[in-house]
């Protein structure tokens, strides 16, 4: 070979190497300088789709390998656990999903993540890039994580005191109190009285529980069509608030002693269904399963007057619907406070307590749950509408 095409062949392997050792350190360079960014969803959420599907893809097309993104689903235990840790870190949302946590930030809804996640990348990339989102994990003093902490503070309260009232309503009331006085007329023993209020109020809650997670799956399709779901939202919040002003006018009602003439009980057509599916389940041989049944058909019967305080919960519950597990445990909570007043009932009758006597025991009572139904009424309407 000779000296010239020695010196050629030797420049070019040069050129070659340089241009191998430049894109290296440009890829490495890059690589160090991405910017890295949680993305939270829910397979359900219509703005979710729109998120993940149109505007992350574009402004994958345009970052190119400067972006990265992990997406999250909400509805797996782990993923809103690690949410619920970064808003630990971060702030609480309150329009999730979509969420996304970036850098220092975190964008909550989809309206937020639209305006500002292109500014966010371009001040991130300008700064060099930023590394995952760290999620801090910390447990409170008695070994729970955030998220249980937040499920146990968040809404409770409300569902134990929603429960409460719902089951002690004048709708299941006075059912319970017509079913053991009609139980002591049959002569039915105060045994038999224990045994059959168990079955029955065992099967209340599962009819009254598969009610409302029907209502709540039907709730969580609705939230793809955002208007019609936020259209039917507002109506279930304007129920809410008219019946709270119908709860106060009974309680004028009752105050007044004029207890039957109260507006928010069963219709007398339902009343007599009622009376008729106990009157006729009581008499089966069979204890167990005409007790079952009978439990079952009140339930349903019983759920155009109950369903006032349940509906409206379930419709608050949808905001949690992006971890279901979370929300079915709420309304199991719901339905375990609903038939503690049965419970109750039931547990007073065999100890002796006379149909008359609890028939005064709700009548002096009747007054204040009004009042307080009127109380959450309000207060679910301004959580809906608001």
């Given at each position: 070979?000779?000296?010239?095409?020695?010196?050629?062949?030797?420049?070019?392997?040069?050129?070659?190497?340089?241009?191998?050792?430049?894109?290296?350190?440009?890829?490495?360079?890059?690589?160090?300088?991405?910017?890295?960014?949680?993305?939270?969803?829910?397979?359900?959420?219509?703005?979710?789709?729109?998120?993940?599907?149109?505007?992350?893809?574009?402004?994958?097309?345009?970052?190119?390998?400067?972006?990265?993104?992990?997406?999250?689903?909400?509805?797996?235990?782990?993923?809103?656990?690690?949410?619920?840790?970064?808003?630990?870190?971060?702030?609480?949302?309150?329009?999730?999903?979509?969420?996304?946590?970036?850098?220092?930030?975190?964008?909550?809804?989809?309206?937020?993540?639209?305006?500002?996640?292109?500014?966010?990348?371009?001040?991130?990339?300008?700064?060099?890039?930023?590394?995952?989102?760290?999620?801090?994990?910390?447990?409170?003093?008695?070994?729970?994580?955030?998220?249980?902490?937040?499920?146990?503070?968040?809404?409770?309260?409300?569902?134990?005191?929603?429960?409460?009232?719902?089951?002690?309503?004048?709708?299941?009331?006075?059912?319970?109190?017509?079913?053991?006085?009609?139980?002591?007329?049959?002569?039915?023993?105060?045994?038999?009285?224990?045994?059959?209020?168990?079955?029955?109020?065992?099967?209340v809650f599962i009819t009254y529980f598969f009610i409302g997670l029907g209502l709540f799956e039907f709730i969580r399709i609705l939230k793809i069509f955002p208007v019609l779901s936020k259209a039917v939202s507002l109506s279930i919040g304007a129920l809410a608030a008219l019946l709270g002003v119908l709860s106060l006018y009974d309680y004028y009602k009752i105050r007044?002693?004029?207890?039957?003439?109260?507006?928010?009980?069963?219709?007398?057509?339902?009343?007599?269904?009622?009376?008729?599916a106990i009157r006729g389940e009581s008499r089966m041989r069979n204890f167990v399963l005409g007790s079952f049944i009978m439990g079952s058909l009140v339930a349903l019967l019983e759920f155009p007057c109950t369903g006032q305080v349940y509906l409206p919960i379930i419709f608050v519950l949808r905001n949690m619907s992006e971890f279901r597990p979370l929300a079915v445990?709420?309304?199991?909570?719901?339905?375990?406070?609903?038939?503690?007043?049965?419970?109750?009932?039931?547990?007073?009758?065999?100890?002796?307590?006379?149909?008359?006597?609890?028939?005064?025991?709700?009548?002096?009572?009747?007054?204040?749950?009004?009042?307080?139904?009127?109380?959450?009424?309000?207060?679910?309407?301004?959580?809906?509408?608001?």
């Amino acid at each position: 070979m000779s000296p010239d095409k020695k010196s050629r062949f030797l420049l070019i392997l040069s050129l070659a190497a340089l241009q191998i050792s430049f894109f290296s350190y440009k890829t490495e360079a890059s690589d160090d300088s991405a910017v890295r960014m949680f993305y939270f969803y829910s397979r359900d959420c219509m703005d979710c789709r729109e998120i993940k599907e149109n505007l992350i893809p574009d402004l994958n097309k345009k970052y190119d390998f400067r972006l990265e993104v992990r997406y999250l689903e909400i509805n797996e235990p782990e993923n809103y656990k690690l949410q619920s840790e970064l808003e630990k870190k971060y702030h609480l949302l309150k329009n999730p999903p979509p969420a996304i946590f970036i850098g220092n930030n975190a964008l909550d809804g989809e309206r937020e993540i639209k305006e500002k996640l292109e500014g966010l990348i371009e001040y991130y990339l300008a700064a060099g890039g930023c590394d995952w989102p760290e999620a801090a994990i910390q447990k409170t003093a008695d070994g729970r994580a955030p998220y249980l902490e937040k499920f146990r503070d968040l809404r409770i309260p409300v569902i134990i005191g929603a429960g409460l009232l719902d089951g002690l309503n004048p709708c299941a009331f006075s059912t319970i109190i017509f079913l053991v006085s009609y139980l002591t007329l049959i002569g039915r023993k105060n045994r038999d009285i224990l045994f059959v209020g168990s079955v029955f109020t065992f099967a209340v809650f599962i009819t009254y529980f598969f009610i409302g997670l029907g209502l709540f799956e039907f709730i969580r399709i609705l939230k793809i069509f955002p208007v019609l779901s936020k259209a039917v939202s507002l109506s279930i919040g304007a129920l809410a608030a008219l019946l709270g002003v119908l709860s106060l006018y009974d309680y004028y009602k009752i105050r007044k002693g004029r207890l039957n003439e109260i507006v928010l009980q069963l219709p007398a057509v339902l009343k007599n269904k009622i009376h008729s599916a106990i009157r006729g389940e009581s008499r089966m041989r069979n204890f167990v399963l005409g007790s079952f049944i009978m439990g079952s058909l009140v339930a349903l019967l019983e759920f155009p007057c109950t369903g006032q305080v349940y509906l409206p919960i379930i419709f608050v519950l949808r905001n949690m619907s992006e971890f279901r597990p979370l929300a079915v445990s709420y309304l199991m909570l719901y339905n375990l406070m609903f038939i503690l007043p049965l419970i109750l009932v039931f547990f007073l009758a065999y100890e002796g307590a006379s149909t008359q006597r609890l028939i005064e025991l709700m009548r002096a009572n009747a007054g204040k749950v009004n009042i307080f139904t009127a109380i959450l009424f309000f207060s679910l309407a301004a959580i809906l509408i608001i």
